[in-house]
């Protein structure tokens, strides 16, 4: 299938990208129901790992066996599958290049409270070459006083994962004694993060929905000195695709805790209006019954695409 001019113009935006990890980008872009659209939906299931089997697949227990999620991202039409080493091990062999993979290679959990988080590296470049994947993903915590460590591991993988083609996505989550909870998701700081994260190479970065917090006392002022308006989600998302290099990055936005349809797909509007590019929709998605799923994940496709 040729390119789009949309998919050739966000290619254009890594110009220092060699054809692998371009056309591996590009794959991921040109895969499911939103193809050629330059807009994403990607199914993510790391939360196993990060919040426990129990509170992730109890209400949905299809959802233990890691059969049924790349099931649900191949029939739903996702642009990609986002996973842990051993949730792709348990599916990568069975269905060969059918739905694009993105190996998560850090990880936490919740058996050990901390107010500075830092994942384990749990997977390597080299495990994402071996399942055939499409790109690497990795999480970084700003605002924990463990960031620098965290910063300079993507730094070293990215480098690695450029250098044989693929990729990069960065969870861009802050977290940790230099924030507020408030602040995690504070405009001023999902903003502040998703520039972290340009910075440090990701060619696609994930954050959350941003509040209308702002957690700075020297950003309040700004935003009120120059009329930055924030007070809808729309205009939360358009401040935080400003801070992506002016729009020149990919940013989508995680799903987060699981809630109503109508509400999720209030939210997918207004980061759609926002300019956003698409959501990385785990939860809300593998938690419902799959036709449900496949159903919710469809309305959204169709949100992004301008049909909805």
Not at 3 to 31: C, F, K, Q
Not at 48 to 75: C, K, T, V
Not at 96 to 102: A, D, H, K
Not at 182 to 202: F, N, P, S
Request: with cysteine; charged share 25%; hydrophobic share 40%.
């Amino acid at each position: 299938m040729r390119h789009t001019e949309r998919v050739r113009e966000i290619l254009s935006w890594y110009p220092s990208d060699n054809p692998g990890t371009l056309s591996n980008l590009a794959r991921i872009m040109m895969t499911g129901r939103l193809a050629g659209t330059g807009k994403f939906v990607i199914l993510p299931v790391d939360q196993g790992f990060e919040h426990g089997p129990m509170r992730s697949f109890a209400p949905n227990p299809a959802g233990y066996d890691p059969e049924y999620h790349y099931q649900l991202a191949l029939e739903a039409g996702c642009n990609a599958y986002a996973a842990p080493l051993g949730q792709l091990e348990a599916v990568a062999g069975k269905f060969c290049g059918e739905v694009p993979l993105i190996l998560k290679l850090n990880n936490s959990d919740l058996m050990y409270k901390g107010d500075d988080p830092i994942p384990a590296v749990t997977g390597s470049v080299e495990d994402a070459l071996r399942l055939g994947c499409s790109a690497i993903g990795f999480t970084i915590y700003p605002g924990s006083a463990a960031r620098k460590e965290m910063y300079e591991e993507i730094r070293e993988l990215i480098l690695e994962a450029k250098s044989v083609g693929l990729p990069t996505v960065i969870w861009a989550y802050p977290r940790g004694s230099g924030l507020s909870k408030e602040g995690e998701t504070a405009v001023d700081i999902v903003a502040y993060a998703a520039h972290v994260a340009a910075q440090l190479g990701a060619h696609i970065i994930k954050v959350k929905p941003p509040s209308a917090h702002v957690e700075m006392d020297a950003n309040r002022k700004m935003i009120e000195s120059q009329g930055i308006k924030i007070d809808t989600l729309a205009d939360r998302v358009r401040f935080v695709m400003k801070a992506a290099f002016d729009g020149k990055r990919i940013v989508i936005f995680s799903g987060g805790e699981a809630k109503g349809t109508e509400a999720v797909l209030e939210e997918i509007r207004q980061i759609r209006d926002g300019g956003g590019m698409g959501s990385i929709m785990g939860r809300n998605a593998f938690q419902r019954p799959k036709e449900e799923a496949i159903q919710l994940l469809h309305t959204i496709m169709d949100i992004y695409a301008g049909k909805a």
